[in-house]
């Protein structure tokens, strides 16, 4: 067992879990404060401009979820379950997959041109023109990889930062963890 | 400053970092205090995603930098609250040492007969997909960037089903560490 | 003196991949090895996006073609980027899959020293 914890603070005098002492840092809680709100406007920029610039799904999800997390790091799981409720999170998980997956089916059904029917994941006939059908499926399919991603990281990181409490009652009961 | 010599300055910049890489890397592996390591390992996906922007791959430079120094590292440091700060003292083996110095010789000798690094005449930049990736997205698809446009629409299968791994990775680590963190189930923790 | 100039990146990717390799192979702490993992996964993606490079190339951004200059812009070879903007997002989810299992073995053996979870198991 380790003596010292490094995500949240555990007084290894005692060995009691001290769940005040990340939340009393005072330039930890303002410096957060200021930047998760710049953190998550960026997460969307990333999302929406990477078909023009670096960026995409992949990276808007895991900063978007890195923002978070960081919100929870320091004012505590509770405060962030209340943000982003596990239930929700699970959802997004399948959420993110159906519409990708959504938008190849709707392209299958879909023709362009003289073709009758489309192809899986071929964005071609999801508009009235070829290439305004390509960038409306990118999006659609872009925004399904961060959704997906966003809400796996961060369902990742609730079972991981849940398990203490779960397994270690001698550090105190979750309840304590209310200010 | 002429083109040239631009370039060897950036390959210059390169290898100062690609050295400072593998300089990250022996330090991780050496250290016995697994925070201090895991703090290092988000020093070594900056350096990394450094290096990836000089290779011109600023899409994968970004993933880098948000996965490696933001998920993982959290991730990681989650893992060590859990379970041991420091790692244990252990007798140096040979084996294990001799086995990398093989593999890393065969893999070595593997590249002598590759193409130059950055050359032009490379197989991969000689292929047809290289220039319809580049035209074909100018053309069909219209967007700026060329790596958004092969990821979602001439790869799309290829990510929905990364897209599937992600999804099936959270459902494992769900599996392993049991559903979800309720008060109830404090009660019947138990020991641990 | 000219391999070393063509192939002197390649040769640093893999004595990065054999430092991840020997963290894998030779540490007893299952942290430490899927640290180790994850220095193998950062020099495989080296390596392929040092293959999409080219000299004097820029990323594969495109220029506006109105832009002076824009037809003889090279752009580096995207393919590369696209498959190892995957493989990181697929690394990470392995390497939290894998985190969760060393929390699991953690608490079932107390341990998570590899040597001491096969002495458990061998006495058992």
Not at chain 1, 125 to 150: F, K, R, S
Not at chain 2, 16 to 41: C, K, Q, S
Not at chain 2, 106 to 129: F, R
Not at chain 2, 133 to 159: C, M, W
Request: aromatic fraction near 8%; glycine fraction near 12%.
């Amino acid at each position: 067992m380790s003596g010292l914890d490094p995500l949240a603070g555990v007084d290894s005098a005692n060995g009691r879990r001290d769940p005040m002492r990340m939340q009393e840092k005072l330039v930890l809680r303002i410096v957060s404060k200021a930047t998760v709100p710049f953190i998550l406007l960026f997460a969307l920029y990333v999302q929406f401009h990477g078909d023009f610039g670096p960026g995409g799904g992949f990276q808007a999800g895991v900063i978007f979820a890195a923002g978070l997390i960081l919100y929870g790091v320091i004012f505590g799981l509770d405060m962030l379950e209340r943000v982003a409720p596990p239930r929700v999170v699970e959802f997004g998980i399948a959420l993110g997959i159906l519409i990708y997956g959504g938008v190849g089916v709707v392209s299958l059904f879909l023709g362009h041109g003289d073709a009758p029917a489309g192809n899986f994941l071929d964005y071609n006939g999801l508009a009235h023109d070829p290439v305004h059908g390509q960038h409306l499926g990118i999006l659609l399919v872009e925004l399904g990889v961060g959704i997906t991603v966003t809400a796996a990281m961060l369902a990742i990181f609730y079972m991981f930062a849940g398990r203490r409490m779960v397994e270690r009652p001698e550090f105190g009961a979750p309840e304590e963890d209310q200010p | 400053m002429s083109a040239k010599q631009q370039t060897s300055g950036l390959a210059m910049i390169e290898l100062i970092l690609f050295v400072l890489l593998v300089a990250t890397a022996v330090v991780v592996a050496r250290l016995r205090d697994l925070f201090a390591a895991v703090m290092l390992t988000g020093i070594f996906s900056l350096v990394s995603a450094g290096l990836f922007t000089l290779m011109d791959a600023v899409d994968v430079a970004f993933t880098e930098a948000a996965v490696g120094a933001g998920i993982s590292t959290i991730l990681m440091l989650g893992t060590l609250s859990l379970t041991a700060r420091r790692e244990e003292q252990q007798p140096v083996r040979l084996l294990p040492f001799l086995v990398v110095i093989l593999v890393g010789g065969a893999l070595i000798a593997g590249t002598v007969d590759m193409p130059a690094y950055g050359a032009l005449e490379a197989p991969i930049h000689q292929h047809p997909m290289y220039n319809e990736f580049i035209t074909g997205t100018e053309q069909k698809v219209h967007l700026p960037n060329v790596v958004t446009a092969v990821l979602a629409s001439y790869r799309g299968y290829d990510t929905f089903g990364e897209t599937t791994v992600v999804f099936a990775a959270a459902i494992g680590v769900f599996l392993v560490l049991g559903g979800r963190r309720k008060k109830s189930a404090k009660i019947d923790g138990g020991t641990p | 003196m000219s391999q070393v100039m063509d192939h002197g990146i390649y040769w640093l990717c893999i004595v990065l991949m054999m430092i991840g390799l020997y963290t894998v192979i030779s540490r007893d702490n299952l942290v430490k090895k899927i640290m180790g993992l994850n220095i193998f996964q950062v020099s495989v993606i080296m390596f392929y996006v040092s293959m999409g490079k080219i000299s004097g190339g820029t990323p594969p951004i495109l220029v506006p073609k109105d832009q002076p200059g824009a037809a003889e812009v090279v752009y580096s070879n995207p393919l590369p980027h696209v498959l190892m903007l995957t493989a990181i997002v697929v690394g990470v989810a392995t390497t939290a899959l894998g985190l969760a299992l060393v929390v699991r073995i953690q608490e079932m053996y107390g341990t998570v020293e590899e040597d001491e979870i096969i002495e458990m198991d061998r006495t058992e």
